[in-house]
């Protein structure tokens, strides 16, 4: 949950001062920065001393973010907490020149940009331009879809384009009805084109990227396909299949667990008392409010991205700019009132992190098809 741990960040020193590199994972999978400036890799170490120092308003400018394009989607998982379900907040796509606002804001600082949250990505007409403009400021973007949009040619070719760096499928089954179990409304045939349209099109452009990432999130009526979807992953020529854990709110207590939580121990979340489904305590600490910068729909920064029903949005970028939220009174006061996810704010005290026993929620990668020109 760190920024950086130093013992991973020091030896990468003499390569991101001399090539301006800087090599890191996220989720599992192995990425690279290119081009970092001395002011951008200066304002990394700064900001990395928020993990020890926990400011109210953190030093330096966040070099991770996460950006909402859409709140909306297209199917019914049962688990997700998109606006639409809930209806907690105005369904919004998020509008280009307010994307264009934040890049101009925080694109100097940023590393990385993971370009989901809550909705279906895909639904955003503008996506892929935004995704540009991203990757022009030196940006390593990731995004993620359901994978049941429509995606012809001309689309496929514009992802393509847009050097969008990872992009990952969700699929979690290998057969129509199991796949349906979880994405309700959704046709496991539309993704499975879609996957292999874009990795043709990313082969005949001789093109590296996006990186392309099958995954299937583990739960107790799917498990039983992983190796059916492995696969499929192989037929497709993804170049990773991930496993990832399921994200349970703890708020409807242990039957969601029960529901849930697959049989095999190594793909779940939680550990659970002897013959229950009651999570066991283990030892949190979250920096998120520090170490990541989290922008929804609308515009509104937010403290991360469970804040799903906006209780506590530092700002909102049309009134005072991204980087002025982030460093704003009401953003220093959450994290004063913050210990480290040891709160009771109504997000933390529910957070699907607490007690994880994972320390990612994506617990086993694949290498399919390594990209041999990935990252060189
Ligand atoms: S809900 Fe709270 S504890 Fe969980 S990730 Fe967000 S800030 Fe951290």
Not at 249 to 269: C, F, N
Request: hydrophobic letters at 40%.
């Amino acid at each position: 949950m760190q920024i950086f741990q130093p013992r991973d960040v020091v030896p990468k020193i003499p390569r991101l001062l001399f090539s301006k590199n800087f090599d890191f994972e996220f989720e599992l999978l192995p990425y690279r920065a290119s081009g970092i400036s001395r002011r951008k890799a200066a304002n990394f170490f700064l900001a990395g001393l928020n993990q020890y120092l926990f400011p109210a308003r953190p030093l330096g400018y966040p070099v991770v973010a996460q950006v909402e394009p859409a709140n909306i989607c297209n199917l019914r998982c049962p688990l997700c907490l998109t606006a639409s379900l809930n209806k907690s907040r105005p369904p919004a796509l998020l509008a280009y020149d307010t994307f264009a606002r934040f890049i101009e804001d925080c694109g100097d600082w940023l590393l990385h940009l993971i370009f989901w949250n809550w909705g279906e990505p895909f639904l955003n007409p503008d996506l892929f331009r935004m995704i540009a403009l991203a990757r022009s400021r030196g940006i390593i973007v990731h995004t993620s879809t359901n994978g049941n949009v429509v995606l012809d040619e001309a689309s496929a070719e514009a992802l393509v384009d847009s050097g969008l760096s990872s992009l990952v499928f969700g699929i979690d089954g290998a057969t129509q009805k199991t796949y349906e179990k979880y994405r309700e409304g959704g046709r496991l045939d539309t993704v499975l084109a879609n996957i292999e349209k874009v990795a043709r099109i990313r082969r005949r452009k001789k093109a590296s990227f996006p990186v392309i990432n099958m995954r299937f999130v583990v739960m107790k009526h799917n498990e039983s396909e992983i190796p059916l979807a492995r696969e499929l992953a192989a037929k497709l020529g993804v170049d990773y299949f991930s496993l990832k854990t399921v994200d349970m709110h703890p708020k409807m207590g242990d039957e969601l667990d029960r529901a849930y939580a697959p049989d095999t121990k190594d793909y779940r979340r939680y550990a659970y008392e002897q013959n229950t489904y009651l999570r066991k305590a283990a030892p949190f600490k979250c920096m998120r409010p520090w170490k990541r910068i989290t922008m929804d729909a609308a515009g509104y920064v937010i403290p991360c991205e469970y804040d799903y029903l906006n209780r506590h949005a530092f700002g909102n970028i049309q009134d005072t700019g991204a980087l002025a939220a982030w460093k704003s009174d009401r953003g220093g006061a959450f994290r004063k009132a913050f210990h480290l996810g040891h709160n009771n704010f109504y997000l933390c005290r529910d957070c699907t992190y607490k007690n994880s026993v994972v320390d990612d929620c994506v617990v086993e990668k694949q290498i399919i098809a390594k990209n041999k020109s990935e990252w060189d």
